[in-house]
C-alpha cells in the first residue's frame, strides 16, 4: 500500500489490494490514502506482512461483513446495494504460499469451506486476489485441485494472462458462472504497473448499477484582509461619514447602520469578498500540480494500454514517478509549513499532528 498509494488512478471505483503489509496501528497510512478521495476497509495480519483491504472512491458505499478466520488465507468481505441490481458480495483473498500453513494442500479445504459459507448468503459473488496457484498449468496437481473445487461451487475464473513478473497466473478473478449469480465483465487487463510489486495490477469492469453520493460543494466567502494597504484603508476610514462631525442622528439604530454601510463600502472597495466553491472531501494540499500530474500518469498510461510499446511503457513509469513525487512532496511541504507556523502553539501543533493519522 505504501508504493501504490499515490498510483491509484481517479477512473477506478474499487481496488482490492492484497498482502499490504499494513498493521493495525498504520493510520497515518491510511490516511495519506483518505486524502486522495478514497475510503479503506482494511484487515491486517497480527504479525509482519500479509494483509488485505479494499480501496475505494469516496461516494461509494461497501458494508464490511463479519468473516471466520482461516489458517491457510487471508480474506475481507464486504457487500454492495443496489435497488437495480441487487447486491454484489465482494471478498479480497490473500494467500501467502509460504508458511506453516503455505500448502495448497492446507489451503483447498478452507477455501471450500469459506466457498460453502457465502453461496447460501444473498448476493452474486467476485472474489479475487493473490492465491499464489499456477493457473497457466492446468496439470499440475494443486492446479487441478483447486479447479475441481471452484468448478463445483459454479465459479469461472476470469484471468488467462500472466500476473507475475515469472510469468505466472496467480492473481484470480472469480465469479458465478450460473445466470442468478454471474456478472456481466468487461475489458479485463493485467497492466505491468510502474510500481516494484512483483504482482501486475489486474483491471475489469462489471456492470452493476450503485449509486454514487455526489460529494457536495459548498460556497464559501472570504476577504483578503492581510493583503490590505493599511495607510490608504485609514486614510478612507477617516475621510470617510463616520469621521463626520455634522453627524445629527442621536438614534442609536442609525449608527449602527451607518457602521455598516460606511465599513461594507470600505471592505469592498480594499478587501473584496472573494466567492469559492470547498470539497470538504478534497485535501488542502491537493493543489493545481497535483492534479496536473495525476492527468498526465493516467494520460500516459492510456497510451501504453494502447500502443503496447517499450516506449510507451517508459513514458507511463516515468509519469508515475514523477507524479508520486510531486504528490508526497506537495503534502510533506504543506504540513511543514503547518507546524512551522504554530511552534510557539502546543496545542495547535497537536491537532495538526492527530489530523495527519486520523
Known amino acids: 500500500v505504501q508504493q501504490k498509494k499515490n498510483n491509484i488512478i481517479s477512473p477506478v471505483h474499487v481496488c482490492l489490494v492484497s498482502e499490504t503489509w499494513l498493521r493495525k496501528g498504520d493510520t497515518a497510512k491510511i490516511k495519506e490514502i483518505k486524502e486522495l478521495g478514497f475510503n479503506v476497509i482494511s484487515k491486517s495480519r497480527a504479525g509482519r506482512g500479509g494483509g488485505v483491504a ?5 461516494g461509494i458505499h461497501i458494508k464490511p461483513q463479519k468473516t471466520k478466520s482461516y489458517k491457510s488465507f487471508e480474506v475481507v468481505e464486504g457487500i454492495l446495494e443496489s435497488s437495480i441490481t441487487g447486491i454484489m458480495r465482494i471478498s ?9 500453513y503455505g500448502k495448497v494442500t492446507d489451503f483447498c479445504p478452507e477455501f471450500e469451506e469459506y466457498l460453502s459459507s457465502i453461496t447460501h ?6 472474489i479475487a486476489g493473490d492465491f499464489n496457484i499456477h ?5 499440475n496437481v494443486d ?3 483447486f479447479q475441481s473445487i471452484i468448478d463445483s461451487f459454479g465459479f469461472y475464473q476470469h484471468v488467462q494472462e500472466p500476473t507475475h513478473f515469472c510469468e505466472g ?3 484470480l478473478v472469480l465469479t458465478g458462472d450460473n445466470t442468478c449469480d454471474s456478472i456481466q465483465m468487461c475489458n479485463l487487463q493485467v497492466v505491468k504497473t510502474g510500481t516494484s510489486s512483483d504482482h501486475y495490477l489486474v483491471s475489469f469492469s462489471c456492470q452493476f448499477s450503485h449509486h454514487i453520493i455526489p460529494t457536495q460543494e459548498v460556497n464559501l ?8 494597504d493599511m495607510d490608504l484603508f485609514k486614510e478612507d476610514l477617516l475621510n470617510s461619514k463616520l469621521n463626520c462631525t455634522e453627524y445629527s442622528s442621536n438614534d442609536p439604530n442609525d449608527a449602527v447602520i451607518l457602521y455598516n454601510e460606511q465599513l461594507d463600502q470600505l471592505l469592498n472597495k480594499h478587501a473584496p469578498l472573494i466567492t469559492y466553491k470547498y ?3 478534497q485535501s488542502k494540499w491537493l493543489n493545481a500540480e497535483c492534479q496536473d500530474a495525476r492527468r498526465k500518469r493516467r494520460k500516459a498510461e492510456r497510451v501504453n494500454m494502447r500502443e503496447k510499446s517499450t516506449d510507451s511503457r517508459i513514458a507511463w513509469v516515468q509519469a508515475s514517478k514523477n507524479a508520486k513525487e510531486v504528490i508526497s512532496k506537495t503534502r510533506d511541504k504543506y504540513y511543514n509549513n503547518q507546524l512551522a507556523a504554530c511552534t510557539q502553539n502546543k496545542r495547535k501543533t497537536y491537532c495538526i499532528q492527530l489530523s495527519t493519522i486520523c
Open 54 to 58: 479494499f480501496i475505494f472512491k469516496k
Open 143 to 145: 492446479t487441478k485441485r
Open 121 to 126: 448468503l444473498p448476493g452474486r459473488p467476485l
Open 279 to 281: 470539497n470538504p472531501d
Open 92 to 100: 479480497c483473498i490473500y494467500r501467502p504460499g509460504t508458511g506453516k
Open 221 to 228: 466567502s472570504t476577504r483578503s484582509i492581510s493583503k490590505m
Open 135 to 139: 493457473m497457466e498449468d492446468p496439470e
Open 169 to 171: 497466473i496467480l492473481d
